[in-house]
């Protein structure tokens, strides 16, 4: 049903996207730093509904609803680029710490983990306008139900990202040891992932393309 190109394509581009340093990374980094991996895993958990949220709506039509009412693609947009620029701020500020770091932080229960995570993931409509523009070009109308197939190819995009999420989680810990036993590491590691979240920031904030149907 679908062309073994297609899925390649899709695992290729998904894994680019997923090792570029983003919220979910951070925040999953953070909590499997100061809670433990099961608290990583949990929260790996909220990110995984948060991409099949995003798969299903964009299958289903939520890009007719972004074209319908763009003020509601400009709303989420700004959230996810305010998200992007508190964390931004929590890396840069005086006193800021690496995600890296061990912290003393009050243990949040696995329920609101999960939400944490799946807040994370909602709150960056360029997912669902990732699903929207890329899918399409991997789909083979000669192979029949297109809906099908756009919801096989974007399987294969969460099944890369929760996999490199998942090690990502569990070597946080090994990492953080690394980084501890070099302070300007982390020092460095700490500014120059607040820079790019920053940057990444204003970039969302500014971009005025709008999400257009693809052919």
């Not at 983003?22 to 991996?37: K, W």
């Not at 972004?66 to 305010?82: C, H």
């Not at 995570?117 to 070009?137: C, H, V």
Request: charged residues 10%; glycine residues 10%; proline residues 5%.
């Amino acid at each position: 049903m679908v062309e073994l190109s297609g899925v390649v394509g899709v695992a290729l581009v998904a894994l680019g996207m997923v090792l570029t340093p983003g919220p979910n990374m951070i925040y999953l980094v953070s909590r499997s730093i100061t809670q433990g991996r099961r608290a990583g895993v949990v929260s790996l958990g909220g990110v995984a509904v948060g991409f099949l949220v995003y798969l299903l709506a964009t299958n289903l039509g939520l890009s007719v609803v972004f074209l319908a009412v763009p003020e509601l693609y400009v709303a989420v947009k700004l959230a996810g680029a305010a998200y992007l620029a508190y964390l931004a701020w929590c890396a840069l500020r005086p006193g800021g710490v690496s995600v890296f770091a061990p912290a003393d932080l009050p243990h949040d229960s696995a329920r609101r983990l999960f939400t944490m995570g799946l807040m994370t993931n909602l709150l960056n409509p360029k997912i669902a306008i990732m699903y929207l523009s890329l899918i399409p070009q991997f789909i083979a109308l000669e192979r029949g139900n297109v809906l099908l197939q756009g919801l096989v190819l974007g399987s294969v995009q969460i099944v890369v990202a929760l996999t490199v999420n998942l090690g990502i989680v569990l070597a946080a810990g090994a990492i953080a040891v690394f980084l501890a036993r070099r302070p300007s590491w982390l020092r460095a590691q700490r500014y120059l992932m607040g820079t790019a979240l920053g940057m990444l920031a204003v970039t969302v904030a500014t971009d005025t393309s709008a999400p257009a149907p693809s052919g």
